[in-house]
Nanobody
Framework: QVQLVVSGGGLVQPGGSLRPSCAASGITFSMYAMGWYRQAPGKQRELVATITRGGSTNHADSVKGRFTIPRENAKNTVYLQMNSLKPEDTAVYYC?????????WGQGTQVTVSS
């Protein structure tokens, strides 16, 4: 049974940092590309960042220079390091494992950026 368990969201002030994590089980984690997506109220889910199994990354323009997506294959975990957070980063954040024909999604974690 495949599980992606997301944790580490929360409430943070503008300019602050958070580092949600996504721990995978039931898959050979190192063989999958991983991604973080977000969905704000009333908006479509959008790509935040991805990392290939080889470590190449891609980021949405809105988060470049502020967010990174490190992965630790030994821990079957991908993170989303979010710095310099803005109110417009407020959303539910999801992780996804993909690249081998079947996509797997984790549950969301709420990130709220507010003073």
């Amino acid at each position: 049974q495949v599980q992606l368990v997301v944790s580490g969201g929360g409430l943070v002030q503008p300019g602050g940092s958070l580092r949600p994590s996504c721990a995978a089980s039931g898959i050979t984690f190192s063989m999958y590309a991983m991604g973080w997506y977000r969905q704000a109220p009333g908006k479509q889910r959008e790509l935040v960042a991805t990392i290939t199994r080889g470590g190449s990354t891609n980021h949405a323009d809105s988060v470049k220079g502020r967010f990174t997506i490190p992965r630790e294959n030994a821990k079957n975990t991908v993170y989303l390091q979010m710095n310099s957070l803005k109110p417009e980063d407020t959303a539910v954040y999801y992780c996804k494992a993909f690249g081998l024909g079947t996509d797997y999604w984790g549950q969301g974690t709420q990130v709220t950026v507010s003073s």
